[in-house]
C-alpha cells in the first residue's frame, strides 16, 4: 500500500508549497504505516526533483512528453489515474491550487474516491478517516470522514510546516493508460513577473479606498519590498482601476493564508475578510476606531495611513 503525493511545479520549478505538502504526504504515510510515492507530471528536471529528497521526497514517478508540457486538468488527471493504479495506492494527496482543485473531483469521480479539499490537519485515523477542513470562505471548520476505499485530498497552502526529512531518491518514467485528449489544448498563458505571487506571500501589504487613489500607492509597495511582501489590494480599489485584478484578494478574488496580512486603509467588508481570514495575523491600519476590519484583527492601528506607513517604512528601514 502507498501514499501518492503529485508533485506540482511551476515552469519546471518547485515552490515553498511544494515542501509543505510533502511534509503532510510524509506525515500521512507514517500515521498508515504506508510507502510514499511521488508523482511529478511535465517538465521539471530530475535534478530539481532530487533536491526535494532533502523534505521526503523518495520514490517518484514521471510522466513526460509535449502533451504534459502545458496543465490541462484531463490529461494530468489521467496521469494520476495511471499512478494509482501503478503504485496501488489508495489515498492521493495533492496541493489547493488552482490546477490541484481542478484535478481532484475529476480524479475522485474517475476512482469512485471520497474526496476533501482544502484540508488544513493530518487525519485522524482514531476512528475512521477524519480531516479538518476548512468552510465558508475560511469562516469555519468542518470535520469529514473519508469512508470510500479511496482518499482524495487537497491540502490548503501554508497550513502545515516544512521540515527536513532526507529520503533515497529514485525516478521511475510511466506512461498514462489512457490516451491523450485532444479537445481541449493551452492556445497562451500571460505570467506575472517581478513581485511575490500572492498565494505563496508569507507577508502581504494591502491598501484600499482610504489611499485615495493609484498614485499614493508608492508607499504601500515601498513598504511591501522591504518586508519581502507581496502586494493586494480590496475589490473595490481593482474595480475602479487603481490596481490590476490578479491583486484583488476577497471572496470574489484570490484567498490566501499569509504569516501577516497587513491591511491599510480597507473597512473589512465581509467579502474582503472571506479571503484572507486564514492569515496567522491580521494587522490594521485604518483612521475609522469603527472599521469592521478591527474585530477581525489581532493588532490594529487606529490612525491616517498618510501618517502611519511612513512610520513603518522608517521603522523598517531602521532594522536593516
Not at 521511475?172 to 479537445?183: G, Q, R, S, W, Y
Request: glycine share 10%; proline share 4%; aromatic share 8%.
Amino acid at each position: 500500500m502507498s501514499v501518492l503525493v503529485y508533485i506540482e511545479n511551476w515552469n519546471g520549478q518547485f515552490k515553498k508549497q511544494t515542501k509543505e505538502l510533502l511534509a503532510y504526504a510524509t506525515d500521512v504515510a507514517a500515521a498508515l504505516g504506508h510507502e510514499l510515492v511521488g508523482l511529478s507530471i511535465g517538465s521539471a528536471s530530475d535534478e530539481a526533483l532530487r533536491e526535494l529528497s532533502a523534505f521526503g521526497l523518495g520514490k517518484t514517478l514521471v510522466v513526460r512528453g509535449q502533451a504534459f508540457d502545458k496543465f490541462t486538468s484531463i490529461n494530468y488527471a489521467n496521469a494520476l489515474e495511471t499512478a494509482v493504479d501503478h503504485t496501488g495506492a489508495k489515498t492521493v494527496i495533492m496541493g489547493n491550487t488552482y490546477n490541484g482543485k481542478s484535478m481532484a473531483p475529476r480524479l475522485t469521480a474517475t476512482l469512485d474516491a471520497s474526496l476533501a479539499t482544502s484540508v488544513i490537519s493530518l487525519p485522524d485515523l482514531s476512528q475512521g478517516f477524519v480531516v479538518k477542513r476548512s468552510v465558508f470562505s475560511s469562516k469555519g471548520y468542518a470535520y469529514v470522514d473519508l469512508r470510500n476505499g479511496y482518499k482524495v485530498l487537497t491540502l490548503t497552502v501554508n497550513s502545515y510546516s516544512i521540515k527536513e526529512n532526507p529520503a533515497g531518491f529514485s525516478l521511475e518514467d510511466i506512461t498514462p493508460l489512457v490516451a491523450v485528449n485532444d479537445k481541449v489544448s493551452v492556445v497562451g498563458s500571460e505570467l506575472q513577473s517581478g513581485k511575490v505571487p500572492l498565494t505563496e506571500a508569507e507577508l502581504v501589504v494591502s491598501g484600499g479606498r482610504g489611499l485615495k487613489g493609484p498614485e499614493n500607492w508608492g508607499m504601500i509597495e515601498e513598504l511591501a519590498d522591504l518586508l519581502g511582501a507581496g502586494t493586494a489590494c480590496s475589490k473595490p480599489v481593482s474595480d475602479v482601476g487603481w490596481r490590476p485584478h490578479s491583486e484583488h484578494v476577497g471572496q470574489t478574488g484570490i484567498t490566501i493564508g499569509p504569516n501577516l496580512y497587513l491591511a491599510i486603509g480597507i473597512s473589512g467588508a465581509i467579502q474582503h475578510l472571506a479571503g484572507v481570514s486564514s492569515s496567522k495575523v491580521i494587522c490594521v491600519v485604518n483612521k475609522d476606531p469603527e472599521a469592521p476590519f478591527f474585530a477581525a484583527a489581532d493588532y490594529g492601528i487606529v490612525g491616517d495611513a498618510f501618517e502611519v506607513v511612513p512610520k513603518l517604512i522608517e521603522a523598517v528601514k531602521s532594522l536593516h
